[in-house]
């Protein structure tokens, strides 16, 4: 959420740097703005009504001490008007917040001097390229026909027990997501990070905090009767630990790694690019979350990004880190690189990680503190990115591996499969 501060003072910067995300922010900050002068005016309103009440009532007893029955019954009445003055303030003011807090929750976050213009995938940045793309026979299969005839995943199983987007791994299929997901863990917290178990169901608050809600798509499925939402990524209960909570300069960094189940909607997905373990409602990832100071963000940024293509080049996956453009972004972050990885058997590229700096923008939202060297309070910043997601990394170790019937493990990931091969 932006500050009420940044879009008072620099309103033209604001709607300059949102058009940049394909967002004409121009009514909206001017009715925000207007609500704000509102509100600062209620507030100095009510805070006068409240200091004369307190003098009034306190002129009530002199008059009683010196005898003056008249001035003291004539001062009762003002304060009686005064507290009636004072509801009627507060119920303006609270009526106007209302409105200025359910509009500026619509603003998205700004993006960075670093984020290109554009309106969406095809206007990305390839920043970098590594490991060399596998050439495959004319008898290589995609992932789904491998998993089929290797019987290490059933997704028409899954479609019995749940429905489409929900697999289920057998065998040396889920010995495999058990290996990578202990993997990943082991790698983030040698670097460092703390690793913690989250809920998988949040609450509202929680939504709240890391900009999935107002959920403006219906992405994440909703618990009704207790209402409780299933994560869309361990970034939201994690980020949340820190919820209303004023780190002091000793606290920093803050690192943190979990995995969950994921879950999500996938609302209006169809097409070839779903098929498979390209596009699921429930799957599994790994999480990294940081907690940083501002002057210190984009470095911590950078580390998450060398992070994370350390753990692709484990895999041996052929990979591309890419810039978002400000388009294709979403709407907490204020910049994001995506990893993509090649799908040699279905000749594509698979996102398989997003790496965001959110500076203050979840922190703002999340009440999220720090006190710096001269004591005074000031918004943290955020950042998360994945380490990784497994549905694609899957998909792309079976295609690109491939060889005479067989799936060969890349060597980092044996010691934890206790295999090399499957097939």
Not at 23 to 32: G, N, R, S, T, Y
Not at 212 to 221: I, N, R, T, V
Not at 251 to 274: I, L
Not at 401 to 422: M, S
Request: aromatic share 8%; glycine share 6%.
């Amino acid at each position: 959420m932006l500050t009420l501060k940044l879009l008072r003072e620099n309103p033209e910067f604001v709607i300059s740097r949102l058009a940049v995300k394909n967002f004409d922010a121009a009514e909206l900050v001017e009715k925000i703005n207007l609500l704000d002068k509102n509100r600062r005016a209620f507030q100095a309103e009510l805070d006068e009504c409240l200091a004369q009440q307190k003098q009034k009532a306190a002129a009530i007893g002199s008059f009683m001490k010196e005898g003056k029955k008249e001035e003291a019954e004539e001062a009762k009445k003002e304060v009686a008007a005064l507290k009636e003055k004072s509801k009627e303030l507060e119920a303006k003011s609270d009526e106007n917040n209302a409105e200025l807090n359910s509009l500026i929750v619509l603003l998205p976050n700004l993006p960075c001097a670093q984020v290109p213009e554009g309106k969406g995938a095809e206007d990305n940045v390839v920043v970098k390229m590594g490991n060399k793309i596998p050439e495959l026979g004319p008898d290589a299969l995609p992932h789904w026909e491998l998993a089929k005839k290797l019987d290490i995943i059933d997704f028409d199983l899954g479609v019995k027990l749940t429905g489409a987007g929900f697999p289920v791994y057998k065998g040396k299929g889920a010995r495999l997501q058990r290996a990578l997901i202990n993997m990943f863990l082991d790698i983030n917290t040698a670097a460092g990070y703390l690793e913690v178990e989250p809920p998988v169901m949040v609450n509202e608050a929680s939504g709240f905090g890391t900009g999935q809600l107002p959920d403006k798509e219906g992405q994440m499925y909703h618990a009704n009767l207790d209402n409780y939402y299933l994560v869309p990524t361990a970034e939201v209960p994690v980020t949340n630990i820190y919820r209303d909570v004023i780190l002091t300069g000793d606290d920093f960094p803050v690192k943190m790694t979990a995995y969950t189940p994921c879950f999500r909607r996938e609302a209006g997905s169809y097409g070839k690019d779903v098929r498979g373990l390209n596009r699921l409602h429930q799957f599994d990832k790994v999480e990294i979350v940081r907690i940083e100071k501002p002057e210190n963000s984009y470095a911590a940024l950078d580390d998450m990004i060398a992070h994370v293509e350390g753990i692709v080049n484990k895999l041996e996956l052929p990979y591309r880190i890419l810039r978002l453009c400000g388009g294709d972004m979403s709407f907490t972050s204020a910049i994001t690189y995506d990893f993509e990885v090649y799908s040699a058997a279905q000749g594509r590229w698979l996102e398989i990680s997003s790496v965001s700096n959110f500076e203050s923008y979840q922190a703002n939202r999340l009440k999220l503190r720090y006190r710096d060297a001269e004591g005074k309070i000031q918004l943290a910043h955020t950042l998360n990115g994945s380490s990784l997601a497994l549905p694609r990394v899957v998909a792309a170790l079976l295609e690109n591996n491939q060889k005479d019937g067989k799936i060969i493990i890349p060597e980092a990931l044996r010691p934890y499969t206790g295999f090399d091969c499957i097939g």
